[in-house]
């Protein structure tokens, strides 16, 4: 018998019952003892436009049932290298965004005293500022992998700093970036002038606009990536509404153009080999859901973050 967790099996319990954990994983109170904890953060009131993500977590925990422990793939096996589990979800405040990013910051930094790795279920997308913050007290200015139909870098929204447009202009404030390591990929659409995307080239940042994704594998650019970041550590933030909205509907602020779910596959596991010190999946919003797809692939990338750890041994990368 394994010594570590092990997430309950489908020939042990049919996959609509069980635990209502991450993959059906063993939970547990705090992250002690563990490599990779997964977290959830059931916010919205950050969001700008169409709300519904604070139920987020909950939703990619129950479509992540079908997950199973082999990926074949990549020929990772999680857990038999890993202590996993689902320590469940921070305790934010629902009425006060401000507060909550505290909140956020300090229960991460005990995450990470730990030595645990946090995978997050989001959630909208300010929850990755104060888990930044926590990680530069930690590990010091991370590169960053951010995977989005939107920067993020606006000054304010509503004359207000903290909200999910906002998290990387407080991340850059706060130096918690290498900023010669920044990677923004998939970003899209319409805005208010040029500077909503070249504001991050200015700072050192690659912007990978979506027009210069398609049509084409992005496994190249991951391997270009790899070697730029080396060996810094390094944050990858994954906004579901990167995806084109064809594959991604449940969200709130969707973009035509997106990226499809293979290429989102090909940056994740192309973060293997990197030294991966946590990872989010944000902006999932279960009432524009119905199918519940979209949660389903946001529960797969976050497998496929797990898979791509660092110590973790692959087989074939594709």
Not at 17 to 39: E, K, N, S, W, Y
Not at 111 to 138: C, F, N, Q, Y
Not at 283 to 291: G, T
């Amino acid at each position: 018998m394994s010594s570590f967790n092990q997430p309950l099996g489908g020939n042990e319990m049919a996959r609509f019952g069980g635990p209502a954990t991450m993959m059906r994983l063993p939970a547990q109170v705090g992250a002690q003892g563990l490599d990779v904890a997964f977290i959830g953060i059931p916010m919205d009131h950050g969001t700008s436009n169409r709300s519904g993500t604070r139920l987020g977590p909950r939703q990619i925990r129950d479509e992540s049932r079908m997950l199973r422990p082999y990926n074949m793939a990549t020929g990772a096996a999680p857990f038999d290298h890993l202590q996993v589990a689902d320590i469940g979800d921070v305790p934010i405040n629902t009425f006060d965004l401000k507060k909550t990013v505290d909140i956020i910051t300090d229960y991460y930094d005990e995450v990470l005293s730990h030595g645990a790795i946090p995978l997050t279920l989001g959630g909208d997308h300010t929850l990755t500022w104060p888990i930044l913050r926590a990680m530069k007290e930690r590990n010091g200015p991370v590169a960053l992998i951010h995977v989005d139909a939107h920067a993020d870098i606006n000054d304010t929204m509503f004359g207000e700093k903290v909200a999910h447009g906002c998290p990387f202009r407080r991340a850059w404030e706060d130096g918690c970036l290498q900023n010669d390591k920044v990677f923004q990929i998939g970003l899209r659409g319409t805005g208010y002038s040029p500077d909503d995307f070249d504001w991050g080239r200015r700072n050192g940042w690659t912007v990978v606009q979506a027009e210069e994704c398609w049509h084409k594998s992005l496994t190249p650019l991951m391997a270009e990536i790899r070697a730029r970041i080396g060996d810094a550590p390094c944050y990858l933030s994954y906004d579901i509404d990167s995806l084109d909205p064809a594959f991604a509907p449940g969200t709130g602020t969707v973009e035509p153009g997106g990226l499809t779910i293979w290429q989102g596959l090909e940056i994740v596991r192309g973060a293997a080999g990197l030294n991966l010190v946590g990872g989010d999946l944000v902006e999932v919003s279960p009432p524009y859901d119905p199918s519940g797809n979209t949660a389903l692939i946001g529960a797969n990338l976050l497998y496929e973050m797990l898979c791509a750890l660092p110590g973790m041994p692959q087989g074939v990368r594709r």
